[in-house]
């Protein structure tokens, strides 16, 4: 959590596999990229926030 109360996380995106892709019931998604967190949010000082400065 920073200080202006945001929770940073790495974004992730998935697709969603073919059934022929699947391996079980619960095998879905395949993951396609990742965004680290740091670059997902913008910086703190560009949000404008009063209580975080």
């Known amino acids: 959590m920073r200080r202006d109360g945001r929770k940073l996380h ?28 740091v670059e997902a949010f913008r910086p703190l000082n560009a949000g404008g926030c009063a209580l975080a400065g």
């Open 10 to 37: 790495d974004m992730h995106l998935f697709e969603v596999k073919k059934p022929n892709e699947s391996k079980g019931e619960w095998d879905l998604y395949k993951q396609i990229s990742s965004i680290p967190a």
